[in-house]
T-cell receptor, first 117, second 115 residues
Framework: AQKVTQAQTEISVVEKEDVTLDCVYETRDTTYYLFWYKQPPSGELVFLIRRNSFDEQNEISGRYSWNFQKSTSSFNFTITASQVVDSAVYFCALSNEDQTGANNLFFGTGTRLTVIP | GAVVSQHPSRVICKSGTSVKIECRSLDFQATTMFWYRQFPKQSLMLMATSNEGSKATYEQGVEKDKFLINHASLTLSTLTVTSAHPEDSSFYIC???????????FGSGTRLTVV
């Protein structure tokens, strides 16, 4: 069974602070994909990153970085020098491989990030 | 590229009426579409998976006669909430996949309020 745990329900930081959002996953599959999405107050889901299970390289994109550790089944997300516009709910999600090529995403419960000016 | 258009964005309806939500892939053929439901301050829960030309697969606990899903073409899937009740008030969001490269694109969501 697939499971994604985001233990941090809500986080508040002051603008310009760094913040790390934790994500721990469970799956029995050897091939799987991990995702992070941002959901601002307007509700739409904004894709941030997709990582497959064979690629443990960390990734940096501007102020965003991701740390994938298969040994601890974690895929943490760090925002450097946070800004007010980063305030949103962030979801970590997991998808496993399927012969049809498409499987649904299993979402964590989300972390609500508030950046205080 | 890979845009999914979802309409309406907000709808208020009276109890007992039916509401149709459309999810349209604009620049790609969506072989599979997923429908999620999100209660306030909660995560997204998969309701059903629809494949073009076949019946939708519903998750356990989701009433298929209440939440009718139609995926008649590779670019359009619809979710109809029949005989809506206030407890059906929620945020509904669709997602389309274009196949094995595991691309997922989400619609902008529909906030349904049943009064």
């Amino acid at each position: 069974a697939q499971k994604v745990t985001q233990a941090q329900t809500e986080i508040s930081v002051v603008e310009k602070e760094d913040v790390t959002l934790d994500c721990v996953y469970e799956t029995r599959d050897t091939t799987y994909y991990l995702f992070w999405y941002k959901q601002p107050p307007s509700g739409e889901l904004v894709f941030l990153i997709r990582r497959n299970s064979f690629d443990e390289q960390n990734e940096i994109s501007g102020r965003y970085s991701w740390n994938f550790q298969k040994s601890t089944s974690s895929f943490n997300f760090t925002i450097t020098a946070s800004q007010v516009v980063d305030s949103a709910v962030y979801f970590c999600a997991l998808s496993n491989e399927d012969q049809t090529g498409a499987n649904n995403l299993f979402f964590g419960t989300g972390t609500r990030l508030t950046v205080i000016p | 590229g890979a845009v999914v258009s979802q309409h309406p964005s907000r709808v208020i309806c009276k109890s007992g009426t039916s509401v149709k939500i459309e999810c349209r892939s604009l620049d790609f053929q969506a072989t599979t579409m997923f429908w999620y439901r999100q209660f306030p301050k909660q995560s997204l829960m998969l309701m059903a998976t629809s494949n073009e030309g076949s019946k939708a697969t519903y998750e356990q606990g989701v009433e298929k006669d209440k939440f009718l899903i139609n995926h008649a073409s590779l670019t359009l899937s619809t979710l109809t909430v029949t005989s809506a009740h206030p407890e059906d008030s929620s945020f509904y969001i669709c997602s389309a996949s274009w196949g094995r490269d595991y691309g997922y694109t989400f619609g902008s969501g529909t906030r349904l309020t049943v009064v």
